[in-house]
């Protein structure tokens, strides 16, 4: 049996996942989009915290929410002017695009409902169930090397960072 | 018997065909020559000495109580196709061989010597003593056979020497073109001839080792001609459209025989071989490697006689054959193919002898196997007195510088030597005693007279019609009307060369005294000897026959006068029939390159270029055509890449759920 | 009331299609990314929920989430970048005009 | 395993590779001279291995196989590079050192490129003499591929003509031919243990074994037969050869000609027949029409073509026909005479790609309208191609003649109607080819000059006249001498036709 406040917390979150979410692909001001997106993802990240994962929900406001977004917010202002609005797709694309999406979308649906799922109880019941995760933990899963260890794509993530940065460097480098 | 002789008759002529071959080019041509005229001299001894040590030494190796044996020399396997048919090359030596040997020997010498003066100033003479070792090479492989595939080998090879020969004058599209038709009439009929020697064999190899048939090898002439029986017992009775598979065989090697010997309707290409040099058509076209089908049918004779159907079509084909060619030849203007169908129809002669052979005793009178011996009698003066005439013919060619008897006439005032050789070619062909034809001859029509009369009368008036164009030639070359050209200083004709005239008289000499050869003495077809006799109304008969048609011919052609193109008048169709050989050329021509060029060969080729080839590119087409049309998914467009992944996602999806439902 | 898994899916779910409806039918690059972004949070969120319902005593999802974000980074540093490239080149930066080097 | 001789005949065309590596890329003489050692090297070879392999048949070994090794190359597939020869594959491989000699000769001046050609040609006969020393079907297909590849290069590069359509024609087909094969080979493999023993690729294991179930065997059969087939330039599958052959350099055209289309014939019956004998007995018949057809159809069409290349391509259909069509008789003789085929049509096609590559060299032309009396302008060539077309149209005293017969009396021992006539059918195509092997020689050595420029042509050059009396030489010493050969060969079709007699 889940606390009222945590439903209440979800329906409010959900609600504003949705709508934030359906809002980012249809605005045509880009600077708009982005910053429904940077709802939709502190959106996400709250629900990290409510599902337990306090650490992901942080990484998830710093990386996305404070790194990524700030990206797109320069690279709209490098690109657009301020009242610019972005130039639409030919009718049948988007006819194409909505009929397909919508379609996935109540496909996906039908399937969540219909389909029988394991795993049914409730949200307090499956945090009682696993163990507080502390930084420690995640701190040794990424440094070993035995099983449920990811030294190695640690460091394949980090090298990919790092060529990242240069990449980024030569690509946007003036000739 | 020493094997050094029979070893050196094979191998002195192949290496003088290598040594000329090879070395010849850098050679001078007075060396080459004489050293093959030298080299064939030397061949023509180890050839008599092996003939007379056969018939004369009495050695019970050739002869036991008067029977003269068949013995094989020496005998080595070549090709072992299975353990049954092995092939071996071997040399065997019995009466007909011996009797070859000596035909050969003595012709390719005279032509050796013949060619030194006639092609004296042609290119390419160290070539063409170097072919005519190959030739004889290949012809005595063929005689001193043991078995019948020695003999397909060195058949195919007289095909080729043959060829070689032929269109020696290879500038000459003339040459090449009758070269190539006289390789390929014959390459045809010995596809026969394969094909009969498949069937026997096949039959001998299925008997029981252990049997009359056993051993080695299937092929060997002695076996198979000393056990004909057995050799019919072993095709069990088989059947083919109503002939025994045995008598069918023995026809179709038969066929082989016909194309080279030129029998109808494997006759068209013998007249276009007088493209090549005169005497290469002395020495092969009419002497030595024409008769080798009747050399065949006389080899395999016991054969031919256990299965007496193939020697009445032998007999017929050479009936047929002998009163189309002789026909033929009284309408020709060129004298080689005058003198070449005259080849033919004395061959046709000799097969129908060797068809009426068959033993068969006549109101009491035994005369088993008298064809036989008057055949081969007739080969051996036939080849005689028609290398004469070639060589005759080649002196005078030689002088004119034409074939046609339209430039000639009148020459017995300038060539007295050619022109009385000539004639005693002419008066043995026409069987006027006591030349040599004569008695050969009569032997024949007696014979034929014996088998069955038809074939008696038929052949007498073939013998007419001998004497007859025989004449008109001869008239028509030697007297007739003078060519105005004579006249003219420089082109006077004149006899021929020492070198050319020596041929002509040995040969005119042999001519003479051949007939009184007491032949049946040496060859007979059991080895027995036969007492030749005149049978005095055959002979009588034929001789009135003879100089009726010569005198017909004396009238007609002696001097000139108008006779002869009344005639032609009088019957143009007919001459005009005759003069174009009944169309034979023109059907061939049109079965050939009509039908088989135009309609097979190039349906085919059409065929593979467009239905198959065309398959495979079309098959490339599709494929290019499907690529072509997918590569318009490969947009670049990433969004149409999503909602095409999107789409294929959602169909997986829906067919999965379906599935689980 | 709990909140069961399904819970979390639906919006999930809603994210995701958007996100595809957004690629599908945005012309500006920008927009594209913005949309990507919203997919890969939706497939995020799913590994993180199925890893504390289903198996709430390991912490995959999570781990793999974390990796997602660490390359999502990554990816979207060089897409800007390359963006940024393509208006120089261009002067905007629509997708329809990247289309030289197709093929 | 390098004390094996069989090895060798890889090796050294590897090593001849990374000879003509170091070499400069236009120093023709190192080129020549690694070339030239090199095909030297694997010719003394193969005539040393003749020698040995028929010294150790006389001294009474008699095992399937002699001079065999294996070791083992990948274990997880049980693959080894298993080596033997028997009197057969003796003789192919001196037949390929023959040819490979010849071609070396008679590509002396190619160009452009000529150190890459070579490198090709080398690496192509690497995968010939793999092939013919192979006994594990794997590496069998491996050095055959090996073979192929090279080809697409050759002919696309040093070509003439429509090369690169041939060139893609040719591959494409051949590797038609191989998906088949490989297939064919797969399902041999996965039959070749019926005990659940281990599985194998070994050629005479699986033979021992009686391994391949009969029900499969129809269909690997046909899969292997036409796979090999395609490049035995079976009916329908030949016209990658007309096309391929006719834009191929000379040296490529004579080893394509030569050896790599008998590498069809050697897999049919060494895998198809030896490994599959029920379903040989079976449905030989089927192959029996389509390689009778071969024989008929490709001298027929050779009648009529003007391109002289084109005329031996069909001639070889024809001629390659004749060798499928023998070894599908299945009896000792008639396969013996297949080999005796494979062995003389290689030597006799090779002289005459060699010759129409030197004539096209001068004249520039392969057109036989457009040449004419080459006989006046450069007889050595002229006489050698004549001799080429004698022993083509099976003059005795060369080679072909002895392979026509005992194909014919060996293919004449089936008694039955059906054989009968294909056999009769397939004896026409002497006749055919008389025909237009003559028609060409009348035409282009025969006759008048067509083309008075042709007169200052020159005649064969020493490295030409060598490759030619090379090719002449075996030509003829196959026609005059052929029953050690044959007993050579009759001994290993022993074993493969026992097989045969105890599957029917």
Redesign the interface.
């Known amino acids: 049996m889940d606390s009222v406040a945590n439903i209440i917390l979800y329906f409010v979150v959900a609600l504003c996942i949705v709508i934030f979410s359906v809002l980012t692909v249809t605005s045509r001001r880009i600077l708009r989009a982005a910053t429904y997106l940077l709802f939709v993802l502190i959106g996400v990240s709250v629900f990290y915290f409510q599902l337990g994962y306090q650490f992901l929900g942080a990484v998830q406001i710093a990386v996305y929410a404070g790194g990524i977004m700030v990206l797109f917010v320069f690279a709209i202002l490098l690109t657009h002017r301020p009242d610019q609005k972005t130039g639409l797709l030919e009718q049948h694309r988007r006819t194409v695009g909505i009929s397909l999406s919508v379609l996935s979308c109540v496909l996906l649906l039908l399937a969540l409902f219909f389909m029988p799922l394991i795993g049914g109880e409730s949200l307090s019941a499956s945090i009682a169930a696993g163990n507080d995760i502390t930084m420690h933990d995640i701190g040794k899963a990424f440094t070993g090397t035995d099983r449920f260890q990811y030294l190695l794509p640690f460091e394949a993530v980090s090298i990919l960072l790092l060529s990242c940065i240069i990449g980024g460097v030569v690509v946007a480098r003036k000739r | 018997m020493d094997i050094t002789l029979p070893i050196l008759i094979l191998a002195i002529p192949f290496a003088m065909f290598l040594i000329l071959g090879i070395g010849g080019v850098k050679m001078p041509r007075k060396l080459a020559g004489s050293i093959g005229i030298l080299a064939n001299g030397a061949l023509l001894a180890c050839c008599y000495t092996v003939a007379f040590t056969y018939f004369f030494s009495g050695d019970p190796l050739f002869i036991i109580d008067g029977v003269r044996q068949q013995y094989q020399v020496f005998d080595v396997t070549w090709l072992a196709f299975t353990d049954r048919l092995v092939v071996n090359i071997g040399f065997l030596l019995d009466p007909i061989c011996a009797m070859m040997l000596v035909v050969i020997s003595t012709i390719s010498f005279m032509v050796h010597l013949y060619s030194w003066g006639y092609m004296e100033h042609e290119p390419g003479f160290q070539r063409y003593y170097a072919f005519l070792a190959l030739f004889t090479f290949s012809m005595l492989g063929l005689v001193v056979a043991t078995n019948i595939f020695q003999m397909y080998i060195f058949w195919e090879l007289v095909g080729v020497s043959s060829f070689l020969l032929i269109g020696f004058f290879y500038k000459l599209p003339s040459a090449v073109s009758a070269s190539k038709k006289a390789f390929i009439v014959t390459r045809f009929a010995d596809l026969f001839m394969l094909i009969g020697i498949l069937v026997l064999s096949y039959y001998v190899a299925q008997t029981p080792a252990d049997g009359p048939l056993g051993g080695a090898s299937a092929f060997n002439f002695l076996m198979l001609n000393s056990h004909p029986t057995n050799v019919l017992a072993s095709t069990l009775g088989a059947t083919f459209m109503g002939g025994s598979v045995l008598t069918w065989a023995m026809i179709l090697i038969f066929v082989g025989g016909m194309g080279k010997s030129a029998m109808l309707p494997l006759h068209i290409w013998l007249p276009d071989a007088m493209e090549g040099p005169t005497p290469v058509s002395a020495l092969i076209h009419a002497a030595t490697m024409v008769v080798a089908g009747v050399y065949l049918v006389a080899r395999f004779f016991p054969m031919y006689c256990i299965v007496p159907d193939s020697l009445t079509f032998i007999t017929v084909v050479g009936a047929i054959t002998a009163f189309y060619a002789a026909v033929v030849a009284c309408a020709q203007i060129d004298i080689k193919r005058v003198l070449a169908f005259s080849t033919i129809s004395q061959i046709a002669f000799m097969m129908v002898s060797l068809g009426c052979a068959y033993d068969q005793p006549i109101e009491g009178v035994h005369y088993s196997g008298l064809g036989y011996m008057a055949g081969m009698f007739h080969l051996f003066t036939h080849a005689m007195f028609k290398a004469l005439l070639f060589l005759g013919a080649g002196a005078l060619i030689h002088a004119v510088h034409s074939n046609d008897y339209t430039k000639m006439g009148g020459l017995r005032k300038y060539m007295p030597i050619t022109h009385w050789t000539f004639l005693i070619g002419c008066l043995a062909i026409a069987g006027i005693p006591p030349f040599s034809g004569f008695f050969s001859k009569d032997e024949m029509l007696t014979a034929m007279y014996n088998r069955d009369i038809i074939w008696g009368v038929w052949m007498t008036i073939v013998a007419g019609l001998t004497a007859f164009y025989m004449f008109r030639i001869y008239y028509l070359i030697f007297w007739w009307e003078e060519n105005p050209e004579y006249k003219h200083d420089g082109h006077k004709p004149h006899d021929a060369p020492w070198q050319m005239s020596l041929p002509l008289i040995i040969l005119a000499a042999v001519s003479c005294v051949a007939g009184f050869i007491p032949f049946g003495e040496f060859v007979t077809f059991n080895g027995e000897p036969y007492h030749i006799h005149l049978e005095g109304w055959v002979a009588g008969t034929s001789i009135t026959v003879a100089v009726l048609a010569i005198a017909l011919a004396t009238v007609m052609y002696a001097k000139k006068n108008p006779l002869p193109s009344k005639m032609r008048q009088a019957m143009p169709g007919l001459w005009m029939a005759a003069h174009k050989r009944f169309y034979w050329d023109e059907i061939y021509m049109f079965v050939t390159h009509k039908i088989i060029f135009g309609g097979i060969c190039r349906a085919i080729a059409w065929f593979d270029r467009h239905i198959i080839d065309g398959t495979m590119d079309a098959l490339a087409a599709v494929t290019n055509f499907c690529s072509v049309k997918i590569k318009s998914f490969q947009s670049g467009n990433v969004q149409a890449y999503v909602a095409w992944y999107l789409l294929g996602a959602l169909l997986l999806g829906a067919i999965t759920w379906i599935c689980l439902l | 009331?709990?909140?069961?898994?399904?819970?979390?899916?639906?919006?999930s779910?809603?994210?995701?299609?958007?996100?595809?409806?957004?690629?599908?039918?945005?012309?500006?690059t920008?927009?594209?990314?913005?949309?990507l972004?919203?997919m890969l949070?939706a497939a995020?969120?799913n590994f993180?929920?199925?890893n504390?319902?289903?198996f709430?005593?390991?912490?995959?999802g999570?781990?793999f989430?974390?990796?997602a974000?660490?390359?999502?980074?990554?990816?979207?540093?060089?897409a800007?970048?390359?963006?940024?490239?393509i208006?120089r080149a261009v002067g905007?930066?629509?997708?329809?005009s990247a289309?030289k080097?197709?093929? | 395993m390098f004390s094996n001789i069989l090895i060798w005949f890889v090796i050294v065309p590897v090593i001849m590779m990374a000879g003509l590596a170091l070499c400069g890329n236009d120093n023709m003489k190192a080129i020549r001279g690694v070339m030239v050692t090199g095909s030297t090297a694997l010719l003394a070879m193969a005539i040393y291995l003749v020698v040995a392999f028929l010294e150790m048949r006389s001294a009474g070994n008699t095992d399937e196989m002699l001079f065999t090794g294996s070791w083992i190359w990948y274990a997880p597939l049980n693959i080894h590079l298993a080596v033997g020869v028997d009197g057969i594959s003796v003789l192919m491989l001196l037949l390929s050192a023959v040819i490979v000699f010849a071609g070396t000769f008679a590509s002396w001046k190619i160009s452009p490129l000529p150190k890459n050609f070579f490198l090709w040609f080398a690496l192509l006969s690497t995968g010939v003499f793999g092939f013919f020393i192979s006994i594990d079907m794997f590496t069998m297909f491996m050095f055959y591929e090996v073979a192929l590849i090279p080809m697409y290069l050759l002919i696309g590069v040093w070509g003439t003509g429509r090369k690169e359509y041939s060139a893609m024609k040719l591959t494409l087909m051949l590797m038609g031919g191989s998906a088949f094969l490989m297939l064919g080979l797969l399902g041999i493999y996965w039959h070749s243990a019926p005990e659940g023993g281990t599985l194998t690729w070994n050629i005479l294991e699986i033979s021992h074994n009686a391994a391949v179930d009969p029900s499969w065997q129809r269909l690997l059969f046909c899969f292997t037969f036409v796979g090999f087939g395609v490049l035995g330039a079976m009916f329908p599958f030949h016209t990658w050869s007309p096309d391929g052959h006719a834009c191929a350099p000379t040296a490529v055209s004579m080893l394509h000609a030569g050896v790599l289309m008998k590498l069809g014939g050697y897999g049919c019956f060494r895998i198809a027949i030896f490994l599959l004998p029920q379903a040989a007995n079976e449905l030989a018949w089927i192959f029996i029409i389509l390689t009778g057809i071969s024989v008929v159809y490709g001298a027929f069409s050779a009648c009529v073509q003007t391109d002289l290349k084109y005329i031996n391509a069909y001639s070889s259909v024809s001629h390659c026909g004749m060798v499928l069509f023998a070894i599908l008789m299945l009896n000792t003789t008639a396969m013996t005479g297949a080999i005796l085929q494979m062995l003389s049509h290689g030597l006799m096609t090779a002289l005459f790609f060699a010759l129409i590559g030197m004539i096209y060299g001068r004249t520039h032309t392969r057109d036989i309208r457009q040449m004419g009396g080459l006989m006046q302008i450069m007889p050595y060539l002229g006489v050698c191609y004549m001799i080429a077309g004698f022993a083509s149209l099976g003059l005795p005293g060369l080679s072909g003649f002895v392979a026509e017969m005992t194909i014919f009396f060996g293919a004449f021992q089936d008694a039955d109607l059906f054989h009968r006539i294909f056999v009769i059918a397939a004896t026409t195509s002497i006749v055919i080819t008389a025909v237009y092997i003559l028609r060409v020689v009348g035409k282009l050595v025969l006759g008048p000059v067509v083309d008075e420029h042709h007169r200052q042509l020159t005649d064969a050059s020493w490295w030409e006249r060598f490759s030619t009396v090379t090719l002449i030489v075996c030509l003829a010493g196959i026609g005059f001498f052929p029953n050690w050969i044959n007993e050579t060969i009759q001994q290993s079709f022993e074993p493969i036709v026992n097989v045969l007699n105890q599957a029917i």
């Open positions: 009331m709990d909140l069961e898994m399904l819970w979390y899916l639906v919006p779910v809603i994210m995701f299609c958007a996100g595809v409806f957004g690629f599908i039918t945005r012309k500006n920008i927009a594209l990314l913005l949309s972004e919203l949070n995020d969120l993180v929920v199925f504390r319902y289903l709430p005593g390991s912490m995959e999570m781990v989430t974390l990796f974000i660490a390359i999502a980074a990554a990816e979207t540093a060089i800007i970048a390359i963006i940024i490239n208006y905007n930066s629509d997708i329809t289309q080097m197709k093929f």
